[in-house]
């Protein structure tokens, strides 16, 4: 579920990587209960290098790309419902109609989701959760929380995704074993789109604090939607906590002036 906020995430991981050279050296105003979530970060490393990791390389390289592709539609197109939901809460009504088009549009057309002929169609795809939909409310994020097993969050993103969990047509699949099956098939085929990320957070010198700043950066992004005075001021400090210095703004250059016109004699 939320795939397409993970891929947000793994493009906003390639924009920092050259930021995560070195250690923090202070204490996360951010991140209170660092101790514990590194304890967790440690097991959900520790986890996917065992088993998530491979399985998710043995989809990749074993499932045919067409089928990959196909799937990944399914989810995203069911999941449809998540951003509907939260472009109401947000009072977003244009929004709202064209993801309602473009889940009909994939429904009926495009086999259930299979196919994408929405986007040929030129119909938007929006990106809204209720944790995004708390914070356009004016819910602060509280202190960065790492899940096990779900990875960066915070405590008003925890939040959210329960309530995003119950907006979605696959909670509500009686078999369980489809329950489940579609859970775990969900979850392989998003590790398996953030294979290309390994590398990026391997160089890092503190792989923990290089993933919680790309997470509240992206978060902070989606919910204010542009660059504040606030967010350069986390940016700045996630440049020093990885010790890269800020390349500073060029001066402007003065604007060439027009030659001045004689005055007439």
Not at 31 to 52: G, H, L, Q, S, V
Not at 103 to 109: E, K, P, Y
Not at 195 to 208: M, V
Request: aromatic letters at 10%; a neutral charge.
């Amino acid at each position: 579920m939320q795939a397409t906020m993970r891929v947000s995430l793994a493009g906003l991981l390639l924009l920092l990587a050259a930021c995560a050279s070195q250690a923090p050296t202070r204490s996360d105003p951010r991140d209170p209960w660092e101790r514990m979530n590194r304890a967790t970060y440690t097991f959900n490393d520790k986890f996917d290098k065992a088993i998530a990791r491979p399985v998710a390389r043995g989809y990749r390289a074993g499932v045919p790309h067409v089928v990959q592709t196909g799937i990944r539609n399914v989810f995203d197109n069911v999941d449809t419902t998540i951003t509907m939901l939260n472009d109401l809460l947000q009072g977003e009504f244009t929004p709202f109609m064209h993801d309602t088009s473009r889940l009909l549009v994939n429904t009926v057309i495009g086999l259930g989701g299979l196919l994408d002929p929405a986007t040929a169609m030129g119909i938007d795809k929006n990106d809204r959760d209720l944790g995004q939909t708390f914070g356009k409310w004016g819910v602060r994020p509280g202190p960065y929380l790492m899940l096990p097993f779900l990875g960066p969050s915070d405590v008003r993103d925890a939040f959210g995704r329960l309530g995003d969990a119950f907006s979605t047509p696959r909670s509500y699949i009686a078999n369980k074993y489809w329950n489940y099956g579609s859970w775990l098939l969900e979850k392989v085929d998003t590790r398996s789109r953030l294979l290309d990320t390994d590398q990026l957070i391997a160089k890092a010198y503190d792989p923990y604090a290089f993933l919680r700043n790309a997470y509240l950066q992206n978060r902070q992004f989606k919910v204010r939607g542009a660059t504040s005075h606030n967010e350069e001021e986390e940016e700045q400090k996630m440049l020093e906590e990885s010790g890269v210095e800020p390349s500073p703004q060029a001066p402007k250059e003065p604007e060439e002036q027009p030659p001045a016109t004689p005055p007439p004699k």
